[in-house]
């Protein structure tokens, strides 16, 4: 029977409706197939990620709740495959992501406004993003956390319990550190605290700190619920987050689990509520209040024993706990092995006794304690004997990272070739049940019932690794990186697979598997890369790329290693994306120049391999970035030569050279052949796509910068008010198109005589490209050009003089001094200074910059002509009048060839000529000709 949708006075518009909609019109065309046939499919393809009950396929169909995001897109592709229109799978999935993530985001959203007292401020502009509400009132229940479940069998503990309530409440407020040895309990302790106190918080925050990354991941995390806009940088989402929340009303609870670097992690510890954190490290700051946490008491070493155990007395479990060193990782683990195996505690104490120092003396183990190697030894051992697809599902535990595994990791690496008997238990239904319920049995793992995530303690990892011989070791790491491989879902700039990358990353790096042989775990690395920089994760995608390149470049043996594997060069060039976006451009040009080089040299690749043009269209972005505009054209003109001749003229790989060359023209201020390139990308983007395409918007956006560099400046205005909005409503206000169109709409509004409409335009988007990039990005800095001269143009030279005098300093340190981008924005601040009446300073910034863009883009070049232009009014206020009218006249004479006797800028250079003539006595009658009706002109430098 199909499932109706329920009606609208149950579930109202809004974002889950439209959702829920748009599943039953996918339902519908897949011809209303059985709930039980859907279930059925899911579990039995093996490239999904989750198995979805008939139940809950129901639920999702009648909209009962927002359907966890693996199990709606596991239905999406079910259906898909099933539906009459024959849509592109992957296409859908993006589709159903984005109206996923709204419908999340409005979830949330609602119930945050629930706790606001006063209405939030009224947002104008739709690309500004949201901001976290700052009057919020205490509720009776946690709006947002990802806190883990309880541990149903936590005992004692009360004396530590209230240790912490009185630390976190005491004055002044600072980070409670708990600190002691591994598998003392302290994640088990801040579980607990959290159910005894949840109703005190409305967020409650749990970040895993071992890494960096991972703690800026979860900081990203916690922005998207509570409704931040997030930075493309991580690390500035991080501070972001930190700073909303110390603003803020909120009651919060953060809880940093397993720091090994406090230094490190410093940074992140924020003030205002309450932070946990768990380590084993010393070296935390003073200000930190750190409380040591040491074994069970005896009673309570009894008492779990007596709980966990099968019929172990207390006078039996009071023997165990002397032997175990009231450990609480040590005794739970054992009480597990004894109950699972129902080895009388009397068998357990002789075997421990009789045979545990032989065993150790034969496998040293550094830094553990002995009961924590006893237990995994007897665990294992008992796991070969009676589950052996369980024992070698724990092994792979030794190599994987102390993330918490999701079983469907498993699941869809199970084509990876795993031996048997773990690579048929795999492909069985009941495998969690079956192998994974063993390790629960067995106290070596648990289970997050909700995430369906397997977590193994770091201490019976680290115990586990050393246990086995280097020749098994070599097999579980292998295995590991072919399962790691396989569950690769690649396509790491579709977001709908960023979950399953964020799943496998911090297993990638745990099991080393930059050194494997396996070709799926390298291409899992460079895709793993490139998902990093697209998500934001900038330090780490640069230092994973860097990693991977210099052990690649090493790598000897008939295993498609070294310099001419193309996954080397793969990984280059996403390096370097990360390197162009933490501001290390001159480092990206290196690193991209010098693989050109080899590639072109190679006698396995060449000039016209696709990996050689691919490498060379992103060596030309870097020398365009870093001012090598004549060198970005050649290379660029090759590109396009080479790429029509062995792909067509068409072909979307030759329509992005053909871009790629239209951008270094603009660069170049060749807007004529710019504009004619532009329009023949557009127009077969057009053809190709359909109007509505990103690319062919992106393309009709440059055509409003050449229109701009033409000087056709109602033209270029009118063009992008049109291609604006549909952007928008495409990426949304944040994306980096956007931002570069609303630019384009303030340099227009400028230009047609609308300064004020300008500064307002300009200023929304400086602040929205401060908060999505952060402050050296080429996006921020370009947009600060425009706010500072649209504020000239407003009159209001002091903020024009203070954004200016910012944009040039950022400029000199992020691109150096000599930058054709600097030099123009140093144009524009000795404009400014000029118009304030600071002549001498103005003067002397006009003649450094005149001489240094003649070296590095030529005397012809716009730029150029715009300083020299600048100069001659220096000189003609100078008095220095014959020196004006000659460099006016070069000035004009050379701005005729090159932008042509009717444009804007043309005519300008023309009026002050007039102004020079005058002054130098060649127009008689002329009245105070020296300052009166001047003509400054600005630069716009147009985006790499």
């Known amino acids: 029977m199909a499932v109706a949708m329920r009606g609208r006075e149950s579930l109202p518009d809004g974002p889950l409706r439209r959702l829920i909609q748009a599943i039953h019109d996918l339902y519908n065309d897949a011809g209303r197939p059985g709930l039980r046939q859907i279930s059925t499919e899911i579990r039995r393809r093996n490239d999904l990620r989750d198995t979805v009950s008939h139940e809950t396929v129901s639920a999702i169909l009648r909209g009962d709740a927002l359907p966890r995001w693996r199990k709606l897109e596991c239905l999406v592709r079910v259906l898909v495959t099933w539906a009459v229109s024959q849509p592109e799978a992957d296409a859908e999935v993006r589709r159903f992501h984005a109206m996923w993530l709204e419908a999340d985001d409005a979830a949330v959203a609602v119930a945050l406004r629930r706790a606001v007292t006063d209405s939030p401020p009224t947002v104008v502009d739709p690309v500004l993003p949201r901001q976290l509400p700052n009057e919020l009132t205490p509720s009776v229940a946690v709006l947002t956390s990802n806190a883990p479940a309880r541990n149903p069998t936590f005992v004692g503990r009360a004396e530590i319990l209230e240790r912490m309530q009185n630390l976190l409440g005491a004055s002044p407020r600072s980070p409670l550190v708990l600190r002691g040895i591994g598998g003392v309990g302290k994640t088990q302790l801040v579980a607990e605290y959290i159910h005894l106190h949840a109703a005190n918080y409305e967020v409650v925050w749990w970040i895993p700190a071992a890494e960096l990354a991972s703690a800026r991941a979860a900081f990203a995390a916690l922005a998207d619920r509570i409704g931040l806009s997030r930075s493309w940088d991580l ?47 010393l070296g935390w700051p003073r200000a930190c209040k750190v409380l040591e946490v040491d074994v069970f008491q005896r009673q309570e070493s009894v008492k779990l024993l007596c709980q966990l155990g099968a019929g172990i007395v207390p006078a039996d479990a009071d023997r165990l706990a ?10 739970e683990q054992v009480a597990a092995v004894q109950s699972a195996t129902g080895m009388p505690v009397t068998e357990y104490l002789r075997l421990y006794s009789e045979h545990i120092s032989d065993l150790l003396a034969t496998r040293p183990q550094q830094d553990h304690p002995t009961s924590v190697v006893a237990f995994v030894t007897l665990a294992m051992d008992s796991l070969r004997q009676r589950t052996p697809a369980a024992a070698q599902l724990f092994e792979l535990f030794a190599f994987l990272g102390s993330e918490p595994v999701p079983v469907s990791l498993f699941r869809i690496g199970r084509t990876a070739g795993i031996e048997a008997p773990l690579g048929r238990a795999l492909f069985q239904f009941d495998f969690i049940e079956r192998v994974v319920g063993q390790l629960v049995r067995y106290g ?80 899992a690395v460079v895709d793993q890369v490139r998902y990093l920089e697209r998500r934001g994760d900038y330090h780490e995608s640069r230092r994973l790329g860097e990693l991977a390149i210099t052990v690649w470049r090493r790598a000897q043996g008939d295993h498609d290693l070294g310099t001419e594997d193309r996954l080397t060069f793969r990984a280059i060039r996403e390096t370097a994306n990360a390197m162009r976006a933490l501001g290390s451009y001159e480092e990206a040009r290196r690193l991209t120049e010098d693989a050109l080089r080899h590639l072109r040299s190679s006698p396995v690749h060449g000039e016209d391999d696709p990996l050689t043009l691919d490498l060379a269209g992103t060596v030309g972005i870097y020398l365009r970035i870093t001012g090598a505009y004549a060198e970005a054209e050649a290379i660029d003109r090759d590109v396009v030569e080479r790429r029509e001749r062995l792909n067509g003229t068409d072909d979307p790989a030759t329509l992005r050279a053909v871009g790629n060359l239209a951008v270094s023209l603009r660069m170049n201020g060749k807007f004529d052949e710019a504009y004619s390139v532009d329009i023949r990308v557009h127009d077969a983007s057009r053809r190709r796509f359909g109007e509505n395409d990103p690319r062919v918007l992106l393309a009709a956006a440059n055509l409003t910068k050449d229109l701009h560099g033409l000087g ?119 404009a400014i200074l000029r118009s304030m009446g600071v002549r001498s300073e103005a003067a002397g910034i006009d003649q450094v910059t005149v001489q240094a ?92």
């Open 853 to 944: 863009l003649t070296r590095s883009v030529g005397d012809n070049h716009p730029y150029t002509l715009v300083a020299m232009n600048g100069l001659a009014i220096d000189l003609r206020l100078a008095q220095e009048f014959e020196a004006a009218l000659m460099l006016s006249r070069s000035v004009m004479a050379r701005a005729t060839d090159a932008l042509g006797p009717g444009h804007p800028v043309t005519l300008a250079f023309e009026a002050n000529l007039a102004l020079d003539l005058a002054a130098a006595g060649r127009i008689t009658g002329s009245v105070n000709p020296s300052d009166h009706g001047r003509a400054e002109v600005d630069i716009e430098p147009p985006e790499s």
């Open 235 to 281: 690390a500035q989402t991080a501070q972001q987050t930190l700073g909303a929340l110390e603003d803020s009303r909120l009651r919060w609870l953060l809880i940093f689990d397993n720091v090994d670097d406090p230094v490190a992690i410093g940074p992140m510890l924020p003030s205002g509520g309450d932070v946990i954190a768990t380590t084993r490290a």
């Open 444 to 523: 070596v793992a648990r289970i997050e019932p909700r995430s369906q995530r397997i977590q193994v303690h770091r201490l019976i990892r680290s115990v586990l690794r050393e246990q086995l011989d280097p020749e098994r070791a070599a097999e579980v790491r292998a295995t590991t990186h072919r399962l790691l491989g396989a569950a690769n879902p690649g396509r790491p700039d579709d977001p709908s697979t960023w979950s399953l990358h964020a799943d496998i990353g911090p297993h990638l790096i745990a099991s080393d598997a930059v050194y494997s042989e396996d070709f799926g775990a390298r291409r």
């Open 322 to 331: 002397a032997q175990l060193g009231d450990l609480p990782l040590a005794l």
């Open 712 to 830: 056709h400046y109602q033209k270029c205005l009118d063009e992008i008010e049109r291609v604006l909005p549909v952007q928008i409503s495409l990426h949304g206000g944040r994306h980096e198109y956007v931002l570069w169109s609303t630019r384009m709409r303030a340099i227009g509004l400028r230009r047609t005589g609308q300064p004020v409409e300008a500064v307002q335009v300009a200023s929304t988007n400086l602040l929205n490209a401060e908060r999505i990039f952060g402050p050296v990005h080429e996006t921020t800095l370009l947009s600060m050009i425009t706010y500072s001269n649209a504020l000239r143009s407003a009159g209001d030279l002091d903020g024009a003089k203070e954004k200016a005098g910012e944009s040039l300093a950022r400029l000199r340190n992020a691109f150096g001094p000599y930058n054709p981008v600097t030099l123009a924005a140093a144009t524009n601040f000795a």
